[in-house]
């Protein structure tokens, strides 16, 4: 179905035929007549304690939350926010907001008070809603802050001195007399940060523009009404939030949450609902490759699995998909920025290892990062992107944007390339190309070899300063329990896979676990802190 278009210049359009995505369609009501489609039909369930609520009980009931917004006093462009771990009440924020015309700006519920107090000033909130066991790291981050202005805690349960979300959901309802339709181009329907994977954070403004195309350009990926979804992927990140959460509103399915990765739970969440969708990242299915415990579960009702945020090899998808039977292994790829889907590979996948291809309405071009020249087919460059999902802006930081975004491009500040059939390849991210005597080296490209290797339970490669060569490769590597491996059969084994410029001449490292973020992209800066730190003592 889908074959490659490109037009003179070397600009990558979609193959598919353009989606009409209206210019005006405010969120909350573009959900709703989703949601009331569905209506008797079971929408969102706790994996933990069974609460559940169906399409419209989502309905009702964030109406009211909305309702019980406006009394509060929040208006249109408010920024409130979301310091929570999965849990079904958190769609019923997303949806309660975007209605009663208010920006949600979401977190990492591992972040500790001072990078949320961080994230409290830099997005301005005024409410902020969490749990339980994270109220104490909500009151430290505001006790030491003079700039943190929130006007209240709101909780999921109870805490002292904090709203009970409960009386949200009590609410009559009289206070929201229309669902919120503002300037759907301009109007920031959700504040998600991103990864912080190369630097400090940087708020994304998402209008509700951006996440209403994405949503309609996502349904190339067709889900069934009868698929149940593992709802594990943190709610606050792009990624489970757009793919995920609101995905499954406009396919009608319904999903099952979890607010963190315990294996046990985990695989048996999984196997007593019969999940038939699993959205995850290259660590989780790095763990259904290689775990023991996975002989121990019935995961015959998955029939796709998902994969996005970070770089996954081709023996890692191969490997997964024997161990389970799934046939469908699927890729995407996208940023914050992007709201966040480009590309995804849609089934019957032929190129394992691709992204796949950009989906409706979106375009491409890969450029010579040092000359900016616009590269063909197979040619390796940064990747740029146009499309109706690409972001506003940065919150408070015009020149971050402005360097991002330039004649209308995204430059997404990844490699890649495309064959000849419209496939796009993600080699790894420019800033952590490794450098050695003027060769390039991927280390994604090291970390998907050494993964395959039998004693290799994880790993990560990072280039380390070198005088003559500029930089040298270097593992981690966590080894498997009972092995025995050593670091020269580590060398020996990249010898005989790679090209020789390709080596780890900086050496293999054992260490216990590889630093991840909660979107799976493994923290290279804390290797190479760490390695910086050993030379100094
Ligand atoms: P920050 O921009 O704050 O440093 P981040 O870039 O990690 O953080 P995200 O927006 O979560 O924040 O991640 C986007 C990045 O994830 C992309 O630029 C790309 O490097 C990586 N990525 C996403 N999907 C894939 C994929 N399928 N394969 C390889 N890399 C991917
Ligand atoms: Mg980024």
């Known amino acids: 179905t889908c074959c490659l278009q490109q037009t003179k210049a070397g600009i990558i359009e979609s193959a598919y035929k353009p989606l009409t995505i209206p210019d005006n369609v405010d969120f909350g009501s573009f959900i709703l007549s989703h949601l009331e489609q569905y209506k008797d039909r079971p929408l969102i369930e706790n994996g933990l304690t069974g609460v559940k609520y169906s399409y419209s009980d989502v309905i009702s009931k964030s109406l009211k939350v909305a309702s019980a917004f406006k009394k509060s006093g929040y208006k249109p462009g408010d920024v409130i926010a979301v310091f929570s771990t999965n849990n079904p009440e958190y ?19 591992a972040y500790s008070a001072k990078e949320l107090k961080f994230h409290l000033e830099n997005s301005e909130c005024c409410a902020i809603i969490t749990t339980e066991e994270l109220v104490s790291t909500v009151k430290e981050a505001v006790g030491t802050s003079e700039t943190v202005k929130l006007k209240e805690i709101i909780v999921f349960g109870n805490s002292h001195g ?34 912080g994977t190369t630097g400090l954070p940087k708020g994304v403004m998402l209008t509700h523009h951006n996440i209403v195309s994405n949503l309609l350009q996502l349904t190339v990926l067709k889900l069934d009404t009868s698929d149940r979804i593992l709802g594990i992927l943190p709610f606050y990140h792009i990624y489970g939030m757009v793919c ?26 999984l196997s007593k ?62 940023l914050t920025e992007t709201s966040p889907v480009v590309h995804v590979s849609v089934p019957p996948i032929r190129h394992e290892g691709s992204v796949g291809t950009l989906i409706p309405n979106t375009a491409a071009k890969i450029i010579d990062p040092e000359t900016n020249e616009i590269l063909g087919p197979m040619q390796t460059g940064e990747l740029c992107i146009k499309g109706p999902q690409v972001m506003k802006g940065y919150l408070n930081r015009p020149e971050a944007t402005a360097d991002m ?87 020996n084994f990249t010898k005989a896979n790679v090209a020789p410029y ?32 050993k030379l100094n003592d």
Request: contains cysteine.
């Open 91 to 109: 769609l019923l924020v997303y949806i309660a907001a975007a209605a009663a015309g208010l920006t949600t700006t979401t977190m990492n519920s």
């Open 273 to 334: 609902n019969r999940i038939t969708c699993v959205h995850l990242v290259p660590p989780l299915i790095l763990f259904l490759a290689k775990h023991p415990l996975v002989e121990d579960y019935d995961l015959s009702a998955i029939r796709r699995i998902f994969s996005g945020a970070a770089p996954l090899g081709k023996e890692l998808v191969l490997k997964c998909k024997e161990r389970l039977g799934v046939q469908e292994m699927i890729q995407g790829y996208g």
């Open 405 to 491: 975004i330039r004649d209308g491009w995204l430059y997404s500040g990844d490699l890649a390339h495309y064959d000849e059939d419209g496939h796009f390849y993600i080699t790894d991210r420019l800033k952590e190309l490794i450098k050695y005597k003027g060769f390039q080296v991927a280390p994604a490209e090291l970390e998907a070899l050494l993964i395959t290797h039998p004693d290799i339970k994880d790993c990560a490669v990072i280039g380390i300063p070198d005088e003559k060569a500029g930089e040298l490769p270097r593992a981690y590597v966590v080894s498997n329990d009972k092995s025995t491996i050593r670091e020269e059969d580590v060398l």
């Open 502 to 533: 390709k080596q780890l001449r900086g050496g293999v490292e054992f260490v216990p676990e590889i630093p991840k973020s909660a979107a799976g992209k493994i923290l290279r800066r804390i290797l190479r802190d760490s390695y910086k730190n």
């Open 244 to 269: 995920i959460l609101f995905s499954i509103i406009t396919n009608g399915c319904s999903i099952y949450t979890l607010p963190k990765f315990e294996p046990e739970i985990f695989l048996s969440t």
């Open 162 to 195: 904090c709203r009970p979300f409960s009386t949200l959901v009590e609410d009559d309802g009289t206070a929201l007399t229309e669902v919120y339709s503002g300037n759907a181009k301009e109007d920031v329907l959700v504040l998600p940060y991103s990864s």
